[in-house]
Structures are given as structure tokens and as C-alpha cells.
């Protein structure tokens, strides 16, 4: 599988983003898909998750209420809108597959990766 994460850039705190990520080479409708991000000089950390048919998401405390996941498996594509950005989002944001069909907050559970999207929100 083939991860392709757009949709970054620069906004200023308040602003919206829309990511997407796309899968190439092999179907991923099947499994649970997330989105994580890493801030300089910070460890990679979750932001949210959804399962294979969409039906159970999770998200981070931080962005819980401001994030929305989606995905839509007839365009093997996921999305993350974000709303009332805040400058302590900026981050590189990296889609992840997942092994299996549940959602899950653990990087490991993950076995590929996008090459990320930057994000940056100015105060």
C-alpha cells in the first residue's frame, strides 16, 4: 500500500484544513484507518482514528470536537477536517493503515504509513 497525504499548509489559528489521504496499489477498505501527527522536538502522538466501515472513530483529547475523520472506501481515500485550529496543531499530520479492521490509538498497530503532510497554524 501506497499512502499520498495532501491538504496541508499554512492557516491562521481559527482557520479550517481539510487532509486527505489517498491509498494506492491495494484496496483498504478493510481495515482501520488513523491519522497522527508530530510537532518538532516532539514524539509522533495520535489524533484520530476510525474503523473499517466507518462506524466507530476516535480522537485525541486535544482535538476532540474540533477534528472530524471520514473516510470513503469507493475512492480508498480518508479525510481529516479541522476546525478552530489552534498554533499547537502544527505538526506534521501522517495517515496510517492499520493491521487490522478496529480503530486504534497505538502507532504500532499500524503497518503503513503516509510520508506526511506540514501543517502550520499562526497565532
Known amino acids: 500500500v501506497q499512502l499520498q497525504a495532501s491538504g496541508g499548509g499554512l492557516v491562521q489559528a481559527g482557520g479550517s484544513l481539510r487532509l486527505a489521504c489517498r491509498a494506492s496499489?491495494?484496496?483498504?477498505?478493510?481495515?482501520?484507518l488513523g491519522w497522527f501527527r508530530q510537532a518538532p522536538g516532539k514524539e509522533r502522538e495520535f489524533v484520530s482514528s476510525?474503523?473499517?466501515?466507518?462506524?466507530?472513530?476516535y480522537y485525541a483529547a486535544s482535538v476532540k470536537g474540533r477534528f472530524t475523520i471520514s473516510r470513503d472506501n469507493a475512492k480508498n481515500t480518508m479525510y481529516l477536517q479541522m476546525d478552530s485550529l489552534r498554533p499547537e496543531d502544527t505538526a506534521v499530520y501522517y495517515c496510517?493503515?492499520?493491521?487490522?479492521?478496529?480503530?486504534?490509538?497505538?502507532?504500532?498497530?499500524?503497518?503503513?504509513w503516509g510520508q506526511g503532510t506540514q501543517v502550520t497554524v499562526s497565532s
Open positions: 496510517a493503515v492499520a493491521r487490522g479492521s478496529r480503530s486504534s490509538s497505538f502507532p504500532s498497530d499500524y503497518n503503513y
Open positions: 496499489r491495494r484496496t483498504i477498505s478493510n481495515n482501520a
Open positions: 476510525i474503523s473499517w466501515r466507518g462506524g466507530d472513530s
